[in-house]
């Protein structure tokens, strides 16, 4: 038996007609002239000696060497489109080593852990929850999204996000003990994710600085201070991306319109010589597109704006908002907002 095979470009006519129906079809599919198809059809025959199409009849049916060969050349050509697309195709396989800020790991990318998973199913991900900088240099690292002011030497790094702070409570704490001013701050457990300087901001912009506080608790990262005032343990500072969808969910309330821009941002960061790989690629795009496609909800707070000046003797107002530091309001405010989606302060 020969092993010879028949030419490739009379294949390709036999298979697009067949496929198609008519002559005409194919010549459209492969541009090419219908001429030209005919050509190629009649080559094949006299290659493999046997007539493939039943002349005579409005669409062209296969003789039974016709049926034969179709499924195998159908077949053939298929593997060669898919082993050409393998090989053009970056790699989107192995394990991917990943360093990511606590509160960021834990609200917002396990939440939407299984979009990455479905659409690069062969890549293993390893998480590890840090913002710990010698990660940057550390050879068993792929990505750290890391906060800070993105200026690390010997490494790659790209903003992804900035960060606007605003205090959090459960609704079941509040209903226990409100919040009808910032002075109130003073009868409720003040929950830290850092030595102190976010409050210290806060209240700042609140114009609260001399706030007389009660107790305390500090907290080595974000998560654990907002997971604390899930559990109804006192007030933490949030932000819309790693608290948003616990407000979106009545889980956590912001009590206050008024937020404050973070001293740090969130980057996207990674040792220069492992950036062009392609899995490292692939899951640094994936998280920009996520936040662009996938934007925290609106941040709706409770009816108290924040008064920040003094009110003019010749506007009426409320004696007693004005004493208490807010001015009640008839429906829910946005807090202050960038161009982007306001996130949280996080931190190791």
Not at 2 to 21: M, V, Y
Not at 84 to 89: C, F, K, L, N, P
Request: charged content about 25%.
């Amino acid at each position: 038996m020969s092993s010879r095979l028949p030419p490739l470009n009379p294949l390709r006519a036999f298979e697009a007609t067949a496929r198609r129906g008519s002559v005409s079809a194919a010549a459209r599919e492969l541009n090419v002239t219908h001429g030209a198809i005919s050509h190629q059809i009649r080559a094949l025959e006299l290659s493999v000696k046997a007539a493939l199409f039943e002349r005579g009849g409005k669409r062209l049916k296969l003789t039974p060497q016709g049926a034969l060969l179709l499924p195998a050349v159908t077949h053939a050509f298929a593997e060669i489109a898919a082993a050409t697309a393998a090989m053009t195709r970056p790699t989107t396989s192995g394990e991917l080593r990943i360093t990511c800020v606590p509160a960021l790991l834990s609200f917002w990318l396990i939440p939407r852990l299984h979009l990455f998973t479905e659409q690069y199913p062969d890549v293993r991900l390893t998480l590890i929850a840090s913002n710990d900088e010698a990660y940057l240099h550390s050879p068993d690292v792929d990505v750290c999204l890391i906060y800070g002011d993105g200026n690390w030497s010997g490494a790659w790094a790209k903003l992804w996000s900035r960060l606007e702070l605003f205090p959090v409570v459960s609704p079941t704490l509040l209903n226990m003990r409100p919040l009808r001013s910032v002075r109130d701050l003073r009868d409720h457990v003040m929950l830290h994710g850092d030595d102190g300087r976010e409050w210290n901001t806060w209240l700042a912009a609140a114009d609260a600085s001399d706030l007389q506080r009660g107790q305390q608790h500090f907290m080595s990262d974000a998560r654990l201070s907002t997971e604390a005032a899930l559990h109804n343990q006192g007030v933490a500072l949030g932000d819309t991306i790693t608290a948003g969808s616990l407000i979106a969910r009545g889980e956590l309330i912001a009590p206050f319109d008024l937020t404050v821009p973070a001293n740090d941002a969130f980057f996207v960061a990674c040792r220069n010589e492992v950036l062009a790989a392609p899995i490292v690629r692939i899951f640094i795009d994936w998280m920009f597109e996520t936040l662009e496609s996938d934007p925290m909800p609106e941040l709706q707070t409770s009816a108290r704006t924040i008064i920040r000046s003094r009110t003019s003797k010749s506007e009426p107002t409320d004696r007693k908002s004005e004493k208490n530091g807010f001015q009640p309001v008839s429906a829910p405010s946005r807090a202050r907002r960038t161009d982007r989606p306001q996130k949280r302060k996080a931190k190791a």
